[in-house]
């Protein structure tokens, strides 16, 4: 059994899914990884395939060094954007695997939510390319892992009146102060 970071609240009522050292960009996926947090299963998946097509973009928040701005990214009240097609495509085909787990466990699909989401960067890549004077450099690529976390939503449920007061209990200093001003002591 594999690690998370972290476990559901109620594990029957949740579902997971987990990538390791997947070759897309570290950086690409967490900007996905985190636009998709919080979204119902369904409107993930919705949202990811428009970036595919660039109908919509995946706003960059935390990597914005030299990242054009688009004016798709006003939807998230940004100005920069990008479409990591590649990234959207393995995060897509995580969200199914995590539905194909939901759907096993007898889980109402229709009502997930993303509740985790972390991207970690894996061990790089190691390749070489030449450098003028007969030098060689390196040419490292930046594969991360990927863990998602989807729980049901769980309904909501109003709180009973409590009919019975409890009696209220005072130390012995605010008895004797009580007393005090019972008493008018002046």
Known sequence: MVKY???AKNPSKACKAQGVDLRV????TYETAQAIKGMSLKTAQQYLQDVC???RCIPFRKYTGCCGRTAQAKEFKMSQGRWPV???KIVLGLLRNAE???EFKNL???NLTINHVQVNAAQQGRRRTYRAHGRIGPY???PCHVELILEEKEEAVEKPEETE????KFTKKQLAVRRLKVGGGQ
Not at 25 to 28: F, P, T
Request: proline share 4%.
């Open 53 to 55: 097509e660039k109908k």
């Open 86 to 88: 590649k990234s959207a």
């Open 108 to 110: 109402d699909t229709e």
């Open 5 to 7: 970071s972290r476990e």
């Open 165 to 168: 007061e409890k009696p209220k």
């Open 100 to 102: 194909a787990n939901a």
């Open 25 to 28: 960009h570290y950086k690409n």
């Open 140 to 142: 490292m690529n930046c």
